[in-house]
């Protein structure tokens, strides 16, 4: 039988007639899906069991949030605000089709025993796909010796730790164990990077002088315990020969740290967020506690600093993008039908932002002429997919990637409310900005084989298994990264949603 043609040939679904975009170039094409994968690109594709029209409309890569703290309890023992359907119903909603939350330690607790905990979690209630960073606070030789290997060996490759934060902080005897046992194990390490001694010593002499209220926050939280923290890590790192991502780079003076170390070939890699590119200390300076909307550490910072980060990102010198959520967020009314009382030094942050971001930093970046589509794209999507090991089942559209796909109007305007952030936590810190430039539909592989109605709502595809791809969920795909960093992905057990839900994640 003669081989079908890419015209004669039939889909599940055809994403018709948009540009798609990938870091190194855009084209207008078609793209067909089968079940949960991308199987045709091309022009005038066969026929679809069902069809989105997406003329006039970029079709890119579903977006990758590779920091989120969802579910989570936090160093001050409060719950954040979001569950994982919550959480990822709004990431979704967003544009973003993979979260990379954390599955946190706290000291006393089995490291192997909270991963399947939060992978409960995440089973009970993702809509999108999702893989676990691993927060160590306790590095006994039981977590080094015997739960990080076998946890490796899963493909849980990825390890956070604090060197601020009371409850999980570690010191630098304790980094260097974890950076040797992650070395010893070919896992990838990422630090929340600020002097706690310098911390400490602020906030002392705040409440000394009665200075608690938010817009005093950024105060208890200098740019120097940032730039200090990230030097010490450039040594560790040299010393252990052990590759250091550092979280959510938010000073000028930070920035100019991990340049010049890439420079020396320090195996150093940084990212930021959108807040800090979007917004400044100023933001936090409102009456009573309502600043504590925009408490988040490191805190925010200078336009002299957005100009920095800004330039960092054009340049690759921040080579893990711009993390769009990062949200650790809690509830307006906290847990007491108020704020919960913000403290100078402890880990409260309450950045809602899991829906906005990515129109935030799309507008930003984009319609305002900063940096291209293109790299939009590579910051959001494929950098963070390369880095964590997805790619390329993430982070691309191309043949034998997962379906994974947002579908956007670059002019559409939306003023951004609470009110449709889709999340638990009541506000959003980008009230009544507009943007414009809008992810209008999110198609996600996680929700196993599906097909699009009037509204696109995500149902299953005729004869398709309603509980996600089972052979991620029991981390078959997860296999132990090579011992070279040149050559190493780090592959985590991603995982799908358990539970089929008909859910909307598209603007009407």
């Known amino acids: 039988m003669a081989e079908q043609t890419l015209a004669e040939q039939t889909f599940s679904l055809v994403i018709r007639g948009g540009s798609v975009v990938q870091p190194q170039g855009t084209v207008r094409a078609d793209i067909g899906i089968r079940g949960e994968t991308i199987v045709a690109i091309g022009d005038r594709l066969g026929l679809g069991a069902a069809e989105i029209d997406a003329s006039g409309r970029l079709v890119l890569p579903g977006g990758i949030d590779p920091h989120a703290h969802i579910e989570q309890v936090s160093g001050a023992g409060l719950l954040n605000a979001d569950s994982f359907e919550s959480a990822t119903t709004s990431a979704a909603f967003g544009g973003t089709t993979t979260v990379i939350p954390f599955a946190a330690q706290h000291v006393g607790h089995a490291l192997d025993r909270v ?6 979690l995440a089973e009970k209630g993702a809509v999108i796909d999702y893989a676990l960073h691993m927060i160590i606070a306790d590095p006994t030789e039981a977590t080094l010796k015997t739960h990080v290997p076998k946890l490796v060996k899963e493909g849980h490759a990825s390890i956070k730790v604090f060197m601020t934060y009371d409850k999980i902080k570690l010191d ?12 010893d194990n070919g896992a990838f390490v990422c630090v929340h990077a600020e002097n706690h001694g310098m911390i400490t010593f602020m906030v002392k002499r705040l409440l000394a002088n009665g200075l608690t209220t938010p817009p005093v926050f950024p105060m208890s939280h200098p740019r120097l315990a940032e730039v200090d923290a990230i030097q010490r890590l450039v040594v560790m790192s040299r010393f252990i020969d052990q590759p250091i991502m550092i979280f959510h780079v938010s000073t000028a003076e930070g920035v100019d740290v991990v340049r010049r170390a890439r420079a020396d070939g320090v195996k150093i890699f940084g990212e930021t967020c959108t807040q800090y590119l979007v917004l400044t200390d100023e933001t936090i300076d409102k009456p009573g506690l309502e600043g504590a909307k925009w408490m988040c550490s490191p805190p925010l910072r200078k336009t002299a600093d957005q100009d920095a980060l800004w330039q960092a990102l054009a340049r690759g010198d921040l080579q893990g993008g711009v993390v769009g959520s990062r949200a650790l967020s809690f509830r307006r009314d906290g847990q007491a039908g108020r704020w919960p009382q913000p403290e100078l030094q402890g880990d409260r942050q309450r950045l809602a932002r899991r829906r906005g971001p990515l129109p935030v930093l799309f507008d930003a970046m984009v319609t305002r002429g900063r940096l291209s589509l ?37 002019n559409k305007t939306v003023r951004l409310t609470a009110s449709i952030m889709h999340d638990r936590t009541g506000y959003t ?11 209008r539909r999110s198609c996600s592989a996680a929700a196993a084989s599906w097909c699009a109605t009037a509204r696109y709502r995500l149902r299953p595809a005729p004869g398709a298994s309603c509980h996600g791809r089972p052979a991620m969920r029991r981390n078959r795909w997860a296999t132990r990264p090579p011992r070279s960093w040149a050559r190493r992905h780090l592959l985590h057990p991603l995982r799908a949603a358990r539970r089929w839900r008909e859910q909307s994640f598209t603007d009407t």
């Open 115 to 120: 991963l399947a905990d939060y992978h409960a």
């Open 374 to 410: 293109e790299r939009f794209v590579e910051l959001t999507s494929t950098a963070p997919a390369k880095i964590y090991g997805l790619y390329p089942k993430k982070g691309t559209l191309a043949v034998g990637s997962d379906a994974d796909i947002a579908i956007w109007d670059a």
């Open 429 to 439: 810190p980008y009230e009544g900005l507009s943007v414009t430039g809008l992810g």
């Open 172 to 183: 630098d005897e304790q980094v260097l164990n974890v950076l040797q046992a992650a070395r």
